[in-house]
């Protein structure tokens, strides 16, 4: 992980957040926001693949990873306002922000309410609308999920979500992370996500923006990409074949790849 390195900082919206960074302080900065129900380790086998020239911070957004859990607080606008408010605690200007997933909306939302803070915008996974079938499916279970969540139900989740085979460690770490949420949390952020819609909004994002999406993706269509391509001007699609909704854990090198070039090009 080179010079990678962990800390904590007690936002002005309330939680204390756990956070890694890396990278030069006076590279081109990148905040990284999960998915849904991730933590910074998501974004792991990115980071080793970056420039030296980028300065990157990967959260663990407020009641994931080794974020304080609050009690109350869970709707993208509080996420998004975290997002923000730790721009500030780093004093950070403006952003690349990179979202994933659930990530990916919490992004949006800090382009649509603050544009001045965001540099540039990468969605990973993301769709127009985060309520589909199958994520409707998955909150009627979580209704009668049991806490602690089950270690096969957080395993079967998030090896339904990859197209891909993963490396072993890597699939189990990613598990263990999960397993840091309660089953309350587990629905809390999932309803709060479902109940977001900023499908009326997203013509007032006008940073440039690229989309990363697998062609094997199960949550999102391709035809969310496309209509997501015409709502934000100016955006670009790039479209992974054989892969799933996980883009950053499947195709590290490509994402990291393809994000450095859009850097230098945006």
């Known amino acids: 992980m080179g010079d990678l390195r962990f800390a ?10 756990h956070y890694a960074e890396q990278g030069n302080a ?46 109350a607080g869970y709707g993208i606008d509080e996420f998004a306002a975290d997002a923000v408010a730790f721009l500030d605690a780093v004093s950070i200007e403006r952003a690349t922000i ?12 800090v382009a649509i309410t603050n544009p001045e ?50 490396p072993e460690s890597f699939f189990e770490r990613i598990v263990a992370e999960s ?10 952020v999932l309803d709060g996500l479902l109940a977001y819609d900023d499908t009326e909004q997203l013509s007032r994002i006008v940073t440039p923006t690229l989309l990363i999406w697998g062609e094997r993706d199960v949550l999102f269509s391709r035809n969310d990409q496309d209509r997501l391509v015409t709502a934000i001007r100016g955006s670009k699609l790039l479209s992974y074949p054989e ?16 994000l450095e070039a859009f850097i230098d090009q945006s």
Do not use: Y
């Open 179 to 188: 397993l840091k949420l309660a089953a309350w949390r587990w629905r809390g």
């Open 98 to 109: 990179v979202g994933h997933s659930f990530g990916s909306f919490v992004a949006r939302h």
């Open 8 to 17: 904590t900082v007690r936002l002005a919206t309330g939680p204390q957040i």
């Open 117 to 166: 803070r965001v540099a540039r915008l990468v969605l990973i996974g993301t769709g127009v609308s985060a309520a589909t079938p199958v994520t409707r499916e998955v909150q009627a279970t979580l209704m009668e999920l049991p806490d602690p969540v089950p270690v096969e139900f957080a395993r079967d989740f998030q090896a339904s979500t990859a197209h891909v085979p993963l």
């Open 243 to 258: 892969t799933g909704h996980c883009p950053n854990w499947e195709r590290p090198q490509r994402v990291a790849a393809d």
């Open 26 to 71: 006076d590279g081109d900065p990148i905040l990284f926001l999960h998915g849904w129900p991730d933590s910074w380790f998501s974004f792991s086998s990115i980071l080793p693949l970056l420039s030296h020239r980028v300065h990157a911070f990967v959260l663990d957004q407020r009641g994931f990873g080794d974020s304080e859990a609050l009690d």
